[in-house]
């Protein structure tokens, strides 16, 4: 067994289901891995028991580059699993368990190659960050946010940083896809309130503020959001077109996406509008009584630079007599596509000659939103090498979340080409 499959394994088994107490275990056994190394952690406790770790290993440059990643997972229902899903059993060549693939996979991959780094000496050609964070799937308050507000003097002298959800395969018409991303959409997490007179259920109502946010809801969720092509999402239909040997007309998208193989169209059709979804209802609680109040949550997200138009088209949806509050607002950040960009696809291409790499914008979100509010741009960049039958996408939250074992080692000598001061110090050993 590799060390990044058995780290993998070990992290998996730590139920970090947020909200929890795992963090802390997670936290804790991160920091001793680390130690081990001759690594110094720091780790930061927000609140009780919800803790991240930072640690940086110097290189041969104070140019410091970010690697950060979550210890905290969402739900798991045992029964709806083939095997239990904090098992972290190793079989079939795949590390199984809620948190394989987003991310502790991922983790294990930094971590096993740091670890394998100190027992041979190897120093990375700049210094990096590491972090392992809470909370990020919520939204980085007890995580991220907390240690960019309180620490930031832990991120001296870094302006980029490596995170999740890029740099895995994409297998499409033979073609070896590894799309990189360089942004992604803001997230616009809003309540809605529809007020009104309460009354008895049985009388003509005067103001039903249930109907009212009926209406609302069913005309945000009728609405057809138009296409918004930023320029980073262009790059990446370019860049599929050349991997496919196709052209692909930017002005008839929907039909595009109906031709193209799933795989390539799955990349880039969810960001090529605003969503705005809505997701809970609250409202009375007597089926004969008219409530005085009536509440909605809507899971919003905006491309980057539409904030101001995306908020005004909801408002104007959503009509005059509703209010709306933000439960969370994010801008939607992006990075170059150059720069670090080339430096990660060079990383890829040295150990797979086939790959094709290309930019790519994330639907959802990440703590790289938290941060670009200091200046780090952030590149979603966790490198995996995947056989075409796994539903990697399906994986994010989904039942039977599963890693390769395979495609761990394969991070691991990506990261190393990228990291190293030399493309011969790369690969792990022992």
């Not at 970090?16 to 891995?33: F, I, M, Y």
């Not at 039903?208 to 009728?222: C, G, H, S």
């Given at each position: 067994?590799?060390?990044?499959?058995?780290?993998?394994?070990?992290?998996?088994?730590?139920?970090?289901?947020?909200?929890?107490?795992?963090?802390?275990?997670?936290?804790?056994?991160?920091?001793?891995?680390?130690?081990?190394?001759?690594?110094?952690?720091?780790?930061?406790?927000?609140?009780?028991?919800?803790?991240?770790?930072?640690?940086?290993?110097?290189?041969?440059?104070?140019?410091?580059?970010?690697?950060?990643?979550?210890?905290?997972?969402?739900?798991?229902?045992?029964?709806?699993?083939?095997?239990?899903?904090?098992?972290?059993?190793?079989?079939?060549?795949?590390?199984?368990?809620?948190?394989?693939?987003?991310?502790?996979?991922?983790?294990?991959?930094?971590?096993?190659?740091?670890?394998?780094?100190?027992?041979?000496?190897?120093?990375?050609?700049?210094?990096?960050?590491?972090?392992?964070?809470?909370?990020?799937?919520?939204?980085?308050?007890?995580?991220?946010?907390?240690?960019?507000?309180?620490?930031?003097?832990?991120?001296?002298?870094?302006?980029?940083?490596?995170s999740?959800?890029?740099?895995?395969?994409?297998?499409?018409?033979?073609?070896?896809?590894?799309?990189?991303?360089?942004?992604?959409?803001?997230?616009?997490?809003?309540?809605f309130?529809?007020?009104?007179?309460?009354?008895?259920?049985?009388?003509?109502?005067?103001d039903?503020?249930?109907?009212?946010?009926?209406?609302?809801?069913?005309?945000?969720?009728?609405y057809?959001?138009?296409?918004?092509?930023?320029?980073?999402?262009?790059?990446?239909?370019?860049?599929?077109?050349?991997?496919?040997?196709?052209?692909?007309d930017?002005?008839?998208?929907?039909?595009?996406?109906?031709?193209?193989?799933?795989?390539?169209?799955?990349?880039?059709?969810?960001?090529?509008?605003?969503?705005?979804?809505?997701t809970?209802?609250?409202?009375?609680?007597?089926?004969?009584?008219?409530?005085?109040?009536?509440?909605?949550?809507?899971?919003?997200?905006?491309?980057?630079g539409?904030?101001?138009?995306?908020?005004?088209?909801?408002?104007?949806?959503?009509?005059?007599?509703?209010t709306?509050?933000?439960?969370?607002?994010?801008?939607?950040?992006?990075?170059?596509?150059?720069?670090?960009?080339?430096?990660?696809?060079?990383?890829?291409?040295?150990?797979?000659?086939?790959?094709?790499?290309?930019?790519?914008?994330?639907?959802?979100?990440?703590?790289?939103?938290?941060?670009?509010?200091?200046?780090?741009?952030?590149?979603?960049?966790?490198?995996?090498?995947?056989?075409?039958?796994?539903?990697?996408?399906?994986?994010?939250?989904?039942?039977?979340?599963?890693?390769?074992?395979?495609?761990?080692?394969?991070?691991?000598?990506?990261?190393?080409?990228?990291?190293?001061?030399?493309?011969?110090?790369?690969?792990?050993?022992?």
């Open positions: 067994m590799t060390e990044v499959a058995e780290i993998c394994s070990q992290l998996i088994r730590i139920d970090t289901t947020n909200p929890g107490p795992g963090e802390r275990l997670a936290a804790e056994h991160v920091a001793d891995l680390l130690a081990e190394a001759g690594i110094e952690p720091v780790l930061i406790e927000s609140a009780p028991r919800r803790t991240s770790v930072v640690a940086r290993v110097t290189g041969d440059s104070p140019d410091a580059l970010l690697v950060h990643g979550h210890l905290d997972v969402v739900p798991a229902d045992a029964a709806e699993w083939k095997r239990h899903p904090f098992s972290g059993e190793i079989d079939g060549g795949c590390v199984h368990g809620r948190g394989a693939v987003d991310m502790k996979g991922s983790l294990a991959m930094t971590l096993a190659l740091v670890r394998d780094w100190a027992r041979r000496g190897v120093r990375p050609r700049r210094d990096l960050i590491l972090a392992f964070l809470a909370d990020e799937e919520s939204t980085g308050a007890y995580g991220s946010r907390y240690v960019v507000e309180n620490h930031r003097e832990l991120f001296d002298g870094c302006t980029e940083a490596i999740e959800s890029g740099g895995f395969t994409v297998t499409a018409e033979g073609a070896r896809i590894y799309p990189v991303a360089v942004a992604e959409r803001g997230t616009a997490w809003m309540k309130t529809a007020r009104g007179v309460p009354g008895h259920g049985s009388k003509p109502p005067v039903n503020p249930v109907a009212e946010l009926a209406r609302a809801l069913t005309r945000l969720a009728d057809t959001w138009p296409i918004h092509l930023t320029p980073e999402v262009a790059a990446l239909i370019e860049g599929l077109a050349e991997a496919l040997g196709t052209r692909i930017l002005n008839a998208l929907d039909g595009e996406i109906r031709r193209l193989p799933p795989a390539a169209s799955a990349l880039f059709k969810g960001v090529i509008r605003n969503s705005a979804n809505p809970m209802l609250r409202a009375g609680d007597k089926v004969n009584s008219i409530p005085g109040k009536a509440e909605a949550h809507v899971d919003g997200r905006f491309l980057p539409s904030q101001q138009e995306y908020l005004d088209t909801i408002d104007r949806l959503m009509g005059p007599k509703i709306r509050e933000f439960l969370n607002l994010e801008e939607a950040p992006s990075a170059p596509v150059h720069g670090l960009f080339d430096e990660l696809c060079a990383a890829l291409r040295r150990e797979d000659p086939l790959a094709r790499p290309v930019p790519y914008v994330m639907s959802g979100g990440t703590d790289a939103k938290s941060f670009a509010r200091i200046g780090i741009r952030g590149y979603g960049f966790t490198p995996l090498l995947l056989p075409p039958e796994l539903d990697y996408f399906g994986m994010f939250h989904g039942v039977d979340e599963r890693v390769p074992v395979a495609g761990l080692e394969f991070g691991v000598r990506v990261l190393g080409n990228l990291l190293s001061p030399e493309p011969g110090d790369s690969t792990p050993r022992g």
